[in-house]
C-alpha cells in the first residue's frame, strides 16, 4: 500500500486541497514547492498543516535537480502539480515558462529513472494543450494545437510523462484539467485564472470585467479534481493513460459563469456592488491567445476509473465565497 506521497506545488491551489486530503487519509507527505512570488503558492495555504508531523514542506524549486535526487529518492507517488500557469506570462517569458514546465519536468523523471524509477506519478497537464476546439465536446483523441507558449511546453512535460512510462516502466498518468476552482486559489489577480480576479472584485464591492461573454466553459470543483488524482494514483489501468477532466453538469458561458457567482454571493447575503460586472470586448492582446468555446468530453476517465464531477458551479462558488468572505486579506 501507498503511503508515502509527494506532491510538487503543494503550496499552490490544487496542491495544498491535495495535502490536505492526502493527510487526512493517513499519507506521509512532503510538498516541493519554490514559494515564487507570481504563483499560486501561499503560505495560508498550508497553516493548518505546517506542524503536522506527516508532512514536510521543502522550499525547493524543481529546476534544481540535485535537490530532486534528495527529495525523490524514497517516495512510492508523486502528484506533479508545480508549473507557471499563467498563459500570458508564458508570452512574456517564454524561457522561464519553458523551463518549468517543460525542462524541469524532464529533470524530475531523468532522476526518477536514476534514483527511484518505481514511483508512481500523477502529471496535472491542461485543456489548453487542444488549442481551439474544433469539434465539442472535446475528446483526448482531439488535435493538439496550443494557441500559446504555456500549452506548448505543457504538452511537452505530458509527454516526457508518457514516454518515460512507455520506455522506462516509470508509471505516469495525465490528467488533462480544465478550469478548475476553489478554495486556495489565487485571487490576487488573473494569473490563475480569470474566476480569481471575479471572486476579488466581488468580494472587495467592485465590479469585475466578463470580456466577451458568449465563450462556452466547463469548470470543475478542486475536490472532483482531487478525486480524479486520486482513483488515478490507485488505478493499475490508469497507467500510461492520458484522461480528461471536465464540469459538473451542462457547459456554461461565461456570462452565466458571472451570473452564477453573483446569485452564490447574493445567497451568502456578501454586500456586492450595485452593478457587480461589466461585460466588455475581449482585449485584442488576450484575444490572440484565447480557445474560444471549449468544453470536455471525460467519458474515458468515467468509463475506466469510475469518476465524474459532483459539485455544482452554483455550490462550488458558494463554498469558494465562503471561504475567502472569511479570510480575504490573506489573499490580496
Ligand atoms: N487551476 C487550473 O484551472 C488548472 C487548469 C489546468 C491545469 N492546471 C495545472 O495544475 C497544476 C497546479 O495548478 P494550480 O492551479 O494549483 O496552480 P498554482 O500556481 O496554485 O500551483 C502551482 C504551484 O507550483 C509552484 N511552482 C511553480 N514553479 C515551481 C518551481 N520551479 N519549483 C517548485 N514549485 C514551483 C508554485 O509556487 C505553485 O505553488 C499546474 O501544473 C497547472 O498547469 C491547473
Redesign the pocket.
Known sequence: MVSNAIV??G?????SNLLLDLVRRGFTCSS?????PE???NLKNIESMIHNSSINFNI????DSSSLQWLLKDAQLIFN?????SHMDSMKDPFTDLD?NAR?QLSILEVCRKVNPRIRIIF?????IYGRPHYLPVDEAHLLRPVDVNGIN?LAGENYHLLYSEVYGIPSTVLR?????GPR??IRDSR??FLGIWIRNLLLGKPFEVWGGSQLRDYTYVDDCISAMQLAATSEQAIGQIYNLGGCGEPVTLLQTAETLVSAARSLDIPIASKPFILRDYPSEHKKIDIGDYYADYRKISHELGWKPEVSLFEGLTRTLSFYSSQIEHYL
Open positions: 510538487t506545488g503550496c499552490g491551489f490544487i496542491g516541493i514547492d519554490s514559494m515564487i504563483y499560486g503558492a525547493s524549486d524543481i529546476r502539480l508545480a508549473g507557471q500557469t518549468i524541469a496535472a497537464s491542461t485543456r489548453q505543457k484539467l480544465t478550469n478548475t476552482y486559489m489565487r490563475q485564472t
